[in-house]
């Protein structure tokens, strides 16, 4: 899962972002509003870390931008903003979650998974299709209930492809999903991962649509 911070507290976001990471997302951070609309312009992200008091622009204005293009990519809104008023506009304004500062980064990576199963059409943590199942707070796989070990980026993959089986992912949308800005990307990593996915959890668990992207099939 790939999540961008916008946030102009250096101190913060080196925080999150860490936090984030060892968790297993892909994390990206801008620290000024004109930097955060150009990267959510040029670039899906899975969820949004918004903070309002931001350099150059609003985060309020960005929210409402990001909402008036249809865009529902789920955001939380981090912010020291924490009166009632201001709450009510940043949830009117199309935030999913509000968190006041300061936080427990231990509760923010709490509600960012709560609100990607949300926003994913599920209610419990583990996912679970075809004999195998994904945790993302554990970071634990079973296939047919026996254990299976997967690298970070192989569990990147399983875990992007877990959120809706039967939808199709682009190699592109996945290299979005697993990479960071500054990761070095392969010409052919995610047919790697594929493929080490295919020999540990079986060769049909993954589907290839030539030309268009790779799903797990509704029907294992």
Same mark, same amino acid.
């Given at each position: 899962?790939?999540?961008? %911070?916008?946030?102009?507290?250096?101190?913060?976001? *080196?925080?999150?972002?860490?936090? %984030?990471?060892? &968790?297993?997302?892909?994390?990206?951070?801008? $620290? !000024?509003?004109?930097?955060?609309? *150009?990267?959510?312009?040029?670039?899906?992200?899975?969820?949004?870390?918004?903070?309002?008091?931001?350099?150059?622009?609003?985060?309020?204005?960005?929210?409402? &931008?990001?909402?008036?293009?249809?865009?529902?990519?789920? #955001? @939380?809104?981090?912010?020291?903003?924490?009166?009632? +008023? *201001? +709450?009510?506009?940043?949830?009117?304004?199309?935030?999913?979650?509000?968190?006041?500062?300061?936080?427990?980064?231990?509760?923010?990576?709490?509600?960012?998974?709560?609100?990607?199963?949300?926003?994913?059409?599920? $209610?419990?943590?583990?996912? &679970?299709?075809?004999?195998?199942?994904?945790?993302?707070?554990?970071?634990?796989?079973?296939?047919? !209930?026996?254990?299976?070990?997967?690298?970070?980026? &192989?569990?990147?993959?399983?875990?992007?492809?877990?959120?809706?089986?039967?939808?199709?992912?682009?190699?592109?949308? %996945?290299?979005?999903? @697993?990479?960071?800005?500054?990761?070095? @990307?392969?010409?052919?990593?995610? *047919?790697?991962?594929?493929?080490?996915?295919?020999?540990?959890?079986? $060769?049909?668990? @993954?589907?290839?649509?030539?030309? #268009?992207?790779?799903?797990?099939? %509704?029907?294992?």
């Amino acid at each position: 899962m790939h999540a961008l %911070l916008i946030e102009d507290d250096q101190m913060i976001a *080196e925080g999150v972002v860490t936090a %984030l990471r060892q &968790e297993g997302f892909a994390a990206d951070w801008v $620290s !000024d509003g004109v930097a955060a609309t *150009e990267a959510l312009r040029g670039r899906h992200f899975d969820v949004v870390l918004l903070d309002l008091g931001l350099p150059k622009r609003d985060g309020l204005d960005i929210l409402r &931008e990001l909402r008036g293009r249809k865009d529902a990519t789920p #955001v @939380i809104v981090v912010t020291a903003r924490d009166e009632v +008023r *201001e +709450r009510v506009a940043g949830l009117n304004a199309g935030a999913d979650d509000y968190l006041v500062k300061p936080f427990d980064l231990d509760e923010l990576i709490a509600r960012t998974r709560s609100l990607l199963r949300r926003s994913a059409g599920r $209610s419990v943590p583990v996912m &679970e299709h075809g004999g195998v199942r994904l945790d993302p707070v554990t970071r634990a796989v079973w296939n047919r !209930d026996l254990p299976v070990v997967l690298s970070a980026k &192989e569990f990147a993959v399983l875990e992007a492809l877990l959120q809706k089986p039967g939808a199709v992912l682009s190699r592109q949308r %996945l290299e979005d999903r @697993i990479y960071g800005w500054d990761d070095q @990307i392969g010409s052919n990593a995610v *047919e790697v991962y594929i493929h080490a996915l295919r020999r540990k959890l079986g $060769s049909g668990f @993954i589907r290839t649509l030539r030309g #268009v992207g790779y799903c797990i099939p %509704l029907e294992p």
